[in-house]
C-alpha cells in the first residue's frame, strides 16, 4: 500500500470511530429517553410514532445493529475506494457510511442533536442509490438518473426537514410521551403536518418503486457478466426496497401496526448491503486466480478452445470470444474460419485488440460490463497475449521440426548422391585410367619388341598420371587440402583459378574462422560456383568474403539472366541446410534478367537454429 492509501483508511477510521463514540456518548439511557417515539432511529415523525403504539424500547442490541450498519458501510466502502480508486462507488459508501452514524445522535437530549439526527435520517439513501443506478463504478450516465437522484436528495433534504416544521413530539399522544426538543418546529398544526407527511411518504414510495422496478429491469436485460457482479447488490437492494416501501405503506394506511420485530428488519439488509459491495469485490478478486487458472489451459488444450472456455467461466461472460487477424483477408475470422466485423461499441460488446510488434495479431470480444475492470481486463489481455505467443511458438516449433524432417531427407540424400557421383567418378574416371595403365603394363611385359615395350610404358605411365590427377581433383572436392593449410581466402583462389568463367575474390578474414565455418563457407562458395556456370549464362563472379558483427559474411554475385529461387527441392536448398546447420542464413537475390547474389552469414560461435 502506498503512503496515500494508508492515510486514506486513517483518516476515514479516525472518522468513523469519532463518530461512533459520539453516537454512544450522545445516547440518553433514562427510561423516559428510551421509550421517546421522536427518536427512533431512520423513521420520520409519522412511522416513529406509528411504532411507538407497541411502545418499542431502544436498547444496546438496536445500538450495536446501528453501529455495525454503519461500519459496514464505511469499512466496505474502503475496501471498493483502495481496490478500485477510479470508482464512485467506494467514495459513496464511505460517505453513506458516515452519514449513517452521524444520524445516530438523534437519540440524544441535546436539541440541537436530536434535530440534526432526524434531519440526516435518510441522507445515506440518496448517496447510495447512484451505486445502484450507474453499477458497478457508481458514475451516471443517463439524464433522467441524474434527476431522479436530484430528486431523491431533494426529499431526503427538504422532504424529512419539512416534516418537522410543523410537529411539536412533546403534544403528540402517545403510550410514552415525548420529550424531545425540535428545533425546526415553526408552529404544531397536527393537520398540515400530516399531510405533508402523507406527502413526502408518497413520494417516497413513489421513487423506491422506481428504484425497484429499474433494478429488476436491469437485472433482466443485462448480459450474464452484468448479472455475476449484480447480482448480491441487486437482491439485498430489492430486500431492503421492499421492507422500507413496507414501513410507509403500513404508517401511511395502518397507523399502529408497526410492531418493534418489524422495524429490526430494516437493519438486515442494510448491513449486508454494503457486505455485498464487499462481495463482489471478492469474485473480482477470485475472478482474476480464475484467469489464473485459466493459464493452466496453455499447452493443454488449443487456444481455440480450452483457453477460451476457461476465461468465458472466469469472466462469467458466455459470449467472449477471441478472433484472429487474418492478413491475407485484411480482417478478424472466429474459430470456424468466418470473417467477422469487430464491435463498434455502440452495443454490449466490445473488443481490444492484440498486437505483436506493432502489428495486430488477434482481437478480444467481451462484454462491454467488464470495462469497469481495468485490472481485471489488464489480466486477461496478458493472459491472452501469453497464449497467443505459446500458440505462435508452438506453431513455430513444429514449423521447424517439419523443416527439420525435410532438411535430414535432404541431408540423407545429398549425402547419397554425393557417394554415387564419387563412385561414378572413380568408376567412369580413375578406375579406367589405371585399368587402362595396367593393360598397356601388362603388354609391355609379353612384347620381345623393345621399341614396342617402350611405347606401351610411355602410355601406361601416362595414364598413371591421369588418374593420379584425376584422383587429387576428386579429393580436393571432398576436402580441399588447401583449406585446412592457408585457409578459405586461399581455397577460393584456388577454386577461382579451377572456374570455367571468371572468379573475382574480395576481403580478408582476420581473424581466421573455425574449421566448421571455413568449410561450410567453401562448399557454399563452390556451389554457387558451380551453379552460376551451369545455369546463370553470366560472365563473371565477384565473391566477396569479411567478417561482420561476429560472424562470417559471404556473398557470390553474377551478371547472369537470374530467376533463382531459395526453397525446399530447389538447387539451393542443400546450401541453405549447410547454412541452418550452423545457425547462419542463407539469402538469395535473383530478380529475372539481373543477375543472383547469393548472402550467407556464419556466425564465428556456432548456434541451435532454433
Not at 459470449?319 to 491475407?328: R, Y
Not at 583449406?483 to 580478408?508: D, K
Request: proline letters at 6%; glycine letters at 8%; a neutral charge.
Amino acid at each position: 500500500m502506498t503512503a496515500r492509501t494508508f492515510a486514506l483508511i486513517g483518516g476515514v477510521t479516525a472518522c468513523a470511530a469519532a463518530l461512533s463514540a459520539a453516537v454512544v456518548l450522545s445516547v440518553d439511557w433514562s427510561e423516559t429517553a428510551l421509550y421517546d417515539p421522536a427518536r427512533i432511529l431512520l423513521l420520520g415523525p409519522r412511522e416513529a410514532f406509528s411504532a411507538a403504539q407497541h411502545s418499542p424500547r431502544f436498547g444496546q442490541v438496536e445500538l450495536a445493529l446501528f453501529l455495525l450498519t454503519g461500519i459496514s458501510f464505511v469499512a466496505s466502502g474502503l475496501f471498493t475506494w483502495t481496490n478500485r480508486p477510479r470508482d464512485l462507488a467506494g467514495p459513496l459508501f464511505v460517505l453513506a457510511g458516515l452519514v449513517w452514524l452521524a444520524c445516530g445522535v438523534r437519540r440524544s437530549s441535546e436539541p440541537a442533536l436530536f434535530t440534526a439526527g432526524a434531519v440526516l435520517t435518510n441522507i445515506y439513501l440518496p448517496v447510495m442509490i447512484p451505486v445502484l443506478l450507474g453499477f458497478p463504478s457508481g458514475r451516471l450516465h443517463q439524464a433522467w438518473e441524474r434527476w431522479y437522484v436530484r430528486a431523491c436528495w431533494a426529499l431526503a433534504v427538504f422532504g424529512v426537514s419539512a416534516e418537522w416544521l410543523f410537529f411539536d413530539p412533546r403534544l403528540v399522544p402517545a403510550p410514552h410521551p415525548s420529550t424531545s426538543v425540535n428545533l425546526l418546529l415553526i408552529q404544531h398544526d397536527p393537520v398540515l403536518a400530516d399531510r405533508i407527511q402523507l406527502a413526502v411518504g408518497a413520494m417516497a414510495f413513489l421513487l423506491a418503486v422506481t428504484a425497484i422496478v429499474v433494478v429488476i429491469r436491469r437485472w433482466r436485460s443485462g448480459t450474464a457478466a452484468y448479472r455475476a457482479g449484480f447480482a448480491p447488490i441487486v437482491l439485498l437492494a430489492t430486500i431492503a426496497g421492499v421492507i422500507i416501501l413496507g414501513l410507509l405503506a403500513t404508517a401511511v394506511w395502518s397507523p399502529g401496526s408497526l410492531h418493534a420485530w418489524s422495524l429490526n428488519l430494516r437493519y438486515i439488509p442494510l448491513v449486508l448491503l454494503p457486505l455485498a459491495i464487499a462481495v463482489g469485490q471478492v469474485r473480482y478478486r477470485m475472478t482474476r486466480a480464475a484467469v489464473s487458472d485459466a493459464m493452466v489451459e496453455i499447452g493443454a488444450a488449443p487456444i481455440s478452445s480450452g483457453f477460451v472456455e476457461a476465461l468465458r467461466r472466469a469472466l462469467h461472460d458466455p459470449s467472449l470470444a477471441l478472433w484472429t487477424f487474418d492478413p491475407e483477408r485484411g480482417g478478424y475470422v472466429d474459430d470456424e474460419g468466418r470473417l467477422r466485423e469487430l464491435p463498434r461499441g455502440t452495443g454490449h460488446r466490445v473488443a481490444t485488440i492484440l498486437e505483436r510488434d506493432g502489428a495486430a495479431t488477434a482481437a478480444l470480444v467481451y462484454d462491454k460490463q467488464l470495462q469497469s475492470e481495468p485490472e481485471l481486463l489488464a489480466a486477461v489481455r496478458g493472459a491472452t497475449e501469453l497464449a497467443l505467443d505459446h500458440e505462435q511458438l508452438r506453431t513455430d516449433l513444429h514449423t521447424q521440426l517439419a523443416e527439420v524432417r525435410r532438411s535430414r531427407e535432404r541431408i540423407v540424400a545429398a549425402g547419397d548422391a554425393e557417394r554415387r557421383r564419387v563412385e561414378r567418378d572413380l568408376h567412369d574416371g580413375a578406375q579406367q585410367r589405371l585399368v587402362a595403365a595396367a593393360l598397356l603394363l601388362r603388354r609391355a611385359q609379353r612384347t620381345p619388341d623393345t621399341e614396342t615395350r617402350g611405347d606401351l610404358v610411355t602410355r601406361g605411365a601416362a595414364e598413371l598420371d591421369t588418374a593420379l590427377t584425376e584422383l587429387r581433383e576428386l579429393a580436393r572436392g571432398v576436402f580441399p587440402p588447401i583449406l585446412a593449410e592457408r585457409g578459405l581466402t586461399a581455397a577460393l583462389t584456388a577454386l577461382a583459378e579451377r572456374a570455367p568463367i571468371p572468379v573475382r575474390i574480395h576481403g580478408t578474414l582476420i581473424p581466421r574462422p573455425p574449421p566448421g565455418v571455413e568449410l561450410a563457407a567453401y562448399f557454399i562458395a563452390a556451389e554457387a560456383v558451380t551453379n552460376a556456370a551451369k545455369h546463370s549464362g553470366g560472365t563473371h563472379i565477384d565473391i566477396e568474403v569479411g567478417i561482420d558483427d561476429g560472424a562470417v559474411r559471404l556473398v557470390v554475385a553474377d551478371d547472369g539472366r537470374g530467376g533463382a529461387r531459395l526453397g525446399p527441392g530447389g538447387g539451393l536448398s542443400g546450401l541453405l541446410d549447410r547454412a541452418a546447420a550452423l545457425g547462419g542464413e542463407l539469402e538469395v537475390d535473383s530478380p529475372p534478367g539481373a543477375g543472383t547474389t547469393l548472402t550467407a552469414t556464419l556466425p564465428l560461435s556456432p548456434q541451435d537454429p532454433t
